[in-house]
T-cell receptor, first 114, second 115 residues
Framework: AQSVTQLDSQVPVFEEAPVELRCNYS??????LFWYVQYPNQGLQLLLK??????LVKGINGFEAEFNKSQTSFHLRKPSVHISDTAEYFC????????????FGAGTRLAVHP | DSGVTQTPKHLITATGQRVTLRCSPR?????VYWYQQSLDQGLQFLIQ???????AKGNILERFSAQQFPDLHSELNLSSLELGDSALYFC??????????????FGPGTRLTVL
């Protein structure tokens, strides 16, 4: 079975500052990794995903994440955040191949302040 | 807009009642997934259908059931509702069943309130 731990439930940051949202996963098999964003009163939107290949993955809205197999981590980063980045961010994992159910972390609320 | 539609947007009902949530996947997607998002349980996978057949089951209660119809839309039926069933229910769809077709596109959700 897979599990996901998001190490911070809330991350406050000032506008234009860099941010890192941390995600660790546990799995005995190969996995795919995802970051989703949920804006207030909206559904989830895929930010980026790691399936295979380069461990540095670039996504939408200037976000990127790095897959680290030895540390079983998939941290999300952005060099300069905007007020509009305020949202809930979810890290998720699914078993590679096979059926696609996503296992989500508890979420990290990113609050960007002016 | 993900292309996944869910109706209704909001639903308020009483304990003991039964409700049906509806999901239309993106055009061409054969897989439909249901997730529940609640304050205490977070986002949890409930069930997956692929081309009309149940393919994977998660933490879905026996009081809940789902199906996917020939036109690929899906319905999630929740019965004997309890206060704890109040949550946001998401539907997602993907092109295939696994592997490279893994990207799931989420609908806007149905917010269920049980009073």
């Amino acid at each position: 079975a897979q599990s996901v731990t998001q190490l911070d439930s809330q991350v406050p940051v000032f506008e234009e500052a860099p941010v890192e949202l941390r995600c660790n996963y546990s799995s005995s098999v190969s996995v795919y990794l995802f970051w989703y964003v949920q804006y207030p009163n909206q559904g989830l939107q895929l930010l980026l995903k790691y399936l295979s290949g380069s461990t540095l993955v670039k996504g939408i809205n200037g976000f990127e994440a790095e897959f680290n197999k030895s540390q079983t981590s998939f941290h999300l980063r952005k060099p300069s955040v905007h007020i509009s980045d305020t949202a809930e961010y979810f890290c998720a994992v699914s078993r590679s191949g096979g059926y696609n159910k996503l296992i989500f972390g508890a979420g990290t609320r990113l609050a960007v302040h002016p | 807009d993900s292309g996944v539609t869910q109706t209704p947007k909001h639903l308020i009902t009483a304990t003991g009642q039964r409700v049906t949530l509806r999901c239309s996947p993106r055009s061409g997607d054969l897989s439909v997934y249901w997730y529940q998002q609640s304050l205490d349980q977070g986002l949890q996978f409930l069930i997956q259908y692929y081309n009309g057949e149940e393919r994977a089951k998660g933490n879905i209660l026996e009081r809940f059931s789902a199906q996917q119809f020939p036109d690929l839309h899906s319905e999630l039926n929740l019965s004997s509702l309890e206060l704890g069933d109040s949550a946001l229910y998401f539907c997602a769809s993907s092109e295939g069943i696994g592997g490279a077709y893994n990207e799931q596109f989420f609908g806007p959700g149905t917010r269920l309130t049980v009073l």
